[in-house]
């Protein structure tokens, strides 16, 4: 069934401006390249699994640490599982199968948020458009630097993720459910090329259905400013880390 992405996104756009006063829209999805490393787990991670979204199905440790390498530097997330459950379980097996390798921060918006998760590859990202989670509810507030799945509607978290790069509080009675929190980096955060603005209706930037559709290609051609993920690994978590 075809998704009806420029629906959606004016839906966002207004409700969050009319509770929240925003230029931009809410971090919302309009849906839904594996590597070789040296892992075990990676290894298992074939193209043919990464079409399978069914196949993703581990628990996420109570707690958990995940570092994202990008072309701007490193940044770590820790997970806390107990804040929502389904939403960590879903990050742990993307980050773990190294979904998320090679995608592009396509939506920064200065003071509001860094969205990304949608894979450069078109068959990837297909697979996933309707790989829905049911929601969490809501036990911790977007606060600067949590980690929260964008929203296209009730239970429709799929791959989407967006950072908060302010005190985005008016998100909570939303139903936006942050899973986890930056504990080193933000200043790399802080630094993602956010010059493209917000995408469409609201602005000129990256167009969430393109990026679907025609993946990496269609970025690198229009917007070859946008930083990326170079690989997101679970990692030991750093003793003493504090996030900024």
Known sequence: MKKLFPSILILATLTLTQMATRAAGAPQAASAQTRTA????????????LLNPGSFKLQAPAVFDAKFTTTKGDFVVEVTRAWS????DRFYNLVKYHFFDGAAFFRVIQGFVVQFGINPRPDVARAWQSANIPDDPVTQSNTRGTLTFALAGPNSRTTQVFISLGN?????SMGFSPFGKITSGMEVVDKLYAEYGDGP?????PDQGRIQTEGKAYLEKAFPLLDTIKTATIVPPAVGATGK
Do not use: M
């Not at 040296?38 to 699994?49: E, I, L, P, V």
């Not at 985005?168 to 909570?172: I, K, R, S």
């Open 38 to 49: 040296n892992s075990a787990a990676h290894q298992t991670a074939s193209s043919a699994s």
């Open 85 to 88: 459950p389904r939403g960590a």
């Open 168 to 172: 985005n509080a008016n998100l909570d």
């Open 201 to 205: 209706p609201s602005g000129n930037g």
